[in-house]
Each structure stands twice: as C-alpha cells, then as structure tokens.
C-alpha cells in the first residue's frame, strides 16, 4: 500500500513539473518580440493582389474573375506571412499550436490555425513561422471603407510609394497535458505597423 502511494506521489510530482515547465514555457513566448518579416503569394480571388488595382482601387474591368468572385459571394483570399519571434527571456518560449486571428486596419483578413510545435531558445534566439492564410473575405469587400484600405495599401505598394498601417496579429497559444490540449484562455495580440513596400 505504501508502495501504491509513493508511486502516485511520484506521478502527481512529474505531472505538476510538466505543468510548471510549460506553464513557464507560455510565459516566455507571451514576452516574445514579433515581426512581420514579408507577405508572400498575396491573392485575392485566385489573382495577384498587384493586378487587381488601377489607380483608384480595384478595377474590376481588369479583374474579371474578383467581380464574379463578389457576385457568388465567395472571395477567396490566401497569403503567406513569416512571422520572426524573438526571445528575450532567460527561459524557453514554447507553444505545442496556436490559432490566429490577423486584421489589417482593425478589418479582418484571416483567421486559422498553425498545427506545429515552435520553439524559441532565450537569451535572443530567434526563430521564424510561416502562417498561411486562406478565407473567404467577401463581408470585408463588401464594406466599402475596408476596399478602399485595402485597395490603396496595394495600390500604393504597385507604384512604388509607401502607405502605411496597423496589422494586428492575435494568437491563442495550446500547450499540452498528459495527451490534452490546453488553450491559453485569451489572445496575445501583436500591432505592428506594415508598410505597402513588404508586398513588393
């Protein structure tokens, strides 16, 4: 009997380090620094987002296939971003997955999961993550002011001026406990103002 409640014992104790050592892990990948190294393949309705506007904004005229895309009502959006997260800390910063969310001028683009473990060793190691995007944004287009954002950002970045804004990228982290996944119970949410240039 002694036996069966030492071994319990033991087991509770390694459970509770399991717990502690993510737990700490969270802690410094919350205390991560973020930044938005490039935006790859940007496409709107299966076309390049650098031919889809003129000088005014979108130019359905030369974008058939994004007005036909509005008229079903289904806009197919997809991009890669690489997100470098760097840590600070004086611990590792490790997350088993997490779900995003990423708005651009506080309308949002994306939202998603990244289904892979990330690691980041303290003391200012560094590591990069892609996150793929692909969504339906045909309720962002039909808002007039968000195509309008979103058409002079690209349309900015095609003449080779520059525009600015706010992209906000919000994670939910998951850890993970004896074969369950534990979701952080908020968002870590990261603003960084993105120029046009990083579509060029």
């Known amino acids: 009997m002694k036996k069966l409640i030492l071994s319990c014992s033991v087991i509770l104790l390694l459970a509770a380090c399991g717990i502690n050592k993510q737990v700490e892990q969270l802690k410094a990948f919350e205390k991560c620094k973020y930044?938005?190294?490039?935006?790859?393949?940007?496409?709107?309705?299966?076309?390049?987002?650098?031919?889809?506007?003129?000088?005014?904004?979108?130019d359905y005229a030369k974008?058939?296939?994004?007005?036909?895309?509005l008229l079903r009502r289904d806009v197919p959006f997809s991009a890669k971003l690489n997100l470098k997260v760097t840590n600070p800390s004086a611990d590792l910063a490790a997350i088993n997955q997490f779900e995003y969310k990423i708005l651009f001028k506080n309308?949002?683009?994306?939202?998603?999961l990244v289904n892979q473990a990330i690691a980041v060793e303290p003391g200012g190691g560094q590591t990069t993550v892609p996150?793929?995007?692909?969504?339906?944004?045909?309720?962002l287009l039909s808002?007039?002011?968000?195509?309008?954002?979103?058409?002079d950002f690209i349309t900015a970045g095609k003449s080779g001026k520059e525009d600015k804004g706010i992209m906000t990228?919000?994670?939910?982290?998951?850890i993970g406990l004896g074969?369950?996944?534990?979701?952080?119970?908020?968002?870590?949410?990261?603003?960084?103002?993105?120029?046009?240039?990083?579509l060029l």
């Open 35 to 58: 930044d938005l190294l490039s935006a790859d393949s940007v496409s709107i309705a299966n076309v390049p987002v650098m031919n889809l506007v003129g000088e005014k904004g979108f």
């Open 143 to 151: 808002d007039t002011k968000a195509a309008q954002d979103i058409a």
């Open 179 to 198: 074969g369950k996944k534990i979701t952080y119970p908020g968002y870590i949410t990261i603003d960084k103002e993105v120029s046009s240039k990083i």
């Open 107 to 112: 309308h949002q683009l994306a939202e998603g």
């Open 63 to 69: 974008a058939p296939r994004l007005a036909l895309a």
């Open 131 to 139: 996150i793929k995007l692909n969504s339906n944004i045909y309720d």
């Open 169 to 174: 990228i919000k994670i939910k982290p998951t």
